[in-house]
């Protein structure tokens, strides 16, 4: 199992933001916009087709790790909370890219995904309407991570994993804290990450 940790954190490193940029001749999103390597920055350099390729591809790195575990360990709900950690973990510090890594919203979605369909769908339908109403995608993505606890705790009844799932919503406040600094002062925008 602890190569399997390790091996989550790996992949969790991998940063397709910076692929397919590369790959599409696009600008290194670390050196544009908001400098971040994650689908809300991509969106501004490179549009929606491309963010949603680096969406999929950053699910994928929480989700992926989470389903294989399962299908080949006796493993527990909260053994799958550590595998995922280590995925976001990757993801919002990866070994290849100096430790500097995007904001593990999307990566940290895939993995509920992959813990359970209903998670996921109740981080999405918050994410999703919050952001319809107030038209600001960082704080759509803090209010349904922010959440999120207390909807995994409902419908896992695992304090553990639900303990996991906590560590990392509060991750997601830190890499989001230049976000809350604009929208404390009433200059974060919607396309702003």
């Avoid at 390597?37 to 680096?54: E, M, Q, S, W, Y």
């Avoid at 575990?69 to 990866?94: D, K, M, R, S």
């Avoid at 107030?134 to 409902?154: C, G, M, N, W």
Wanted: overall charge positive; hydrophobic content about 55%.
């Amino acid at each position: 199992m602890f190569y399997f940790l390790i091996a989550s954190y790996l992949l969790g490193s991998i940063s397709s933001a910076i692929i397919i940029c590369k790959i599409l001749g696009l600008p290194d999103p670390r050196t544009q916009g908001s400098k971040n390597p994650g689908a809300t920055n991509v969106l501004r350099i490179g549009g929606k087709k491309v963010a949603a390729f680096v969406l999929l591809f950053d699910g994928l790195k929480g989700a992926l790790p989470v389903i294989l575990a399962t299908y080949f360990f006796a493993v527990n709900i909260f053994e799958l909370t550590i595998i995922l950690l280590c995925a976001f973990l990757g993801h919002i510090f990866p070994i290849f890219y100096g430790f500097k890594g995007g904001k593990g919203v999307a990566t940290y979605l895939g993995g509920l995904i992959g813990l359970s369909f209903f998670l996921g769908l109740a981080f999405a339908i918050i994410w999703l309407t919050v952001a319809k109403i107030v038209k600001i995608s960082s704080i759509a993505a803090l209010t349904a991570t922010l959440l999120s606890p207390i909807y995994f705790y409902f419908i896992t009844s695992d304090l553990k994993g639900t303990l996991v799932i906590f560590l990392m919503s509060l991750f997601i406040c830190f890499t989001h804290r230049a976000n809350i600094k604009r929208i404390m002062s009433g200059d974060e925008d919607i396309v702003r990450s």
